[in-house]
């Protein structure tokens, strides 16, 4: 299947990276800038959103890195990335996508919801994103048990990131779970391939 992977270094991107790296299955890259070039009718054409990743395929397109992650897990079953719980996949790939990503977005922005405002918001609170995260994988070495799925490749890469810019709450268990998949070959080999196109530094 012909995969085709629009993406830039410095964006959600690298999460579809380590996945494609992790499925194995040849892909092109297309690195696109960001302002204008991903607002041509060309690549509008691909993402009305004008962002990226995105993954085009024989029978389409997909959008969203948790999406992509999903449909290749999905696609290819023999990179052992869709575990027999599906269940507790899309628990997870969801929670990333949904309660972390909301809950780090509004507080690196500075806004934290009150109390009163809590029952609002699909995340609650940052403490009760973190009492959930610490809890599951206090107890869980991946997100979906004893294996390494697709949900460790999306969600797990939010943890690190995370983690190394202070969008998280130091923590020693969530620090356990990332430095039991940061050390992943597929990870390795992604990093590799979006580090070289990073722009020189001045």
């Known amino acids: 299947m012909a995969l085709t992977f629009y993406t830039n270094p410095m964006s959600r991107g690298r999460i579809v990276r380590w996945m494609l790296e992790e499925v194995g299955e040849p892909y092109e ?3 696109l800038a960001f302002g204008p070039p991903m607002k041509t009718p060309a690549y509008l054409a691909i993402n009305p959103m004008g962002k990226v990743p995105a993954l085009a395929h024989a029978g389409g397109v997909v959008t969203e890195a948790g999406a992509i ?4 897990a999905d696609a290819f079953p023999q990179a052992g990335l869709m ?3 599906r269940g507790a996949l899309f628990r997870w790939l969801f929670f990333g996508a949904g309660p972390l990503e909301q ?3 509004n507080g690196s922005k500075g ?3 009150t109390a009163e405002e809590c029952g609002r918001f699909g995340y609650g609170s940052m403490n009760t994103v973190m009492t959930t995260l ?3 994988l206090g107890r869980s070495p991946y997100f979906c048990g004893e294996a390494f799925s697709a949900a460790d490749v ?3 890469s939010q ?8 969008t998280l709450p130091a923590d020693t268990v969530l620090q356990a779970y990332w430095d039991r998949i940061k050390t992943r070959p597929a990870l390795a080999r992604a990093n590799a391939l979006d580090d070289a196109l990073m722009p020189p530094k001045s």
């Open 29 to 31: 890259t297309v690195v």
């Open 69 to 72: 992650c999903l449909w290749l």
């Open 83 to 85: 575990p027999a719980d």
């Open 103 to 105: 809950a780090v977005t």
């Open 111 to 113: 806004w934290v919801p």
């Open 134 to 136: 610490i809890g599951h």
């Open 154 to 156: 999306y969600t797990g």
């Open 159 to 166: 943890i690190g990131w995370g983690l190394r810019f202070g």
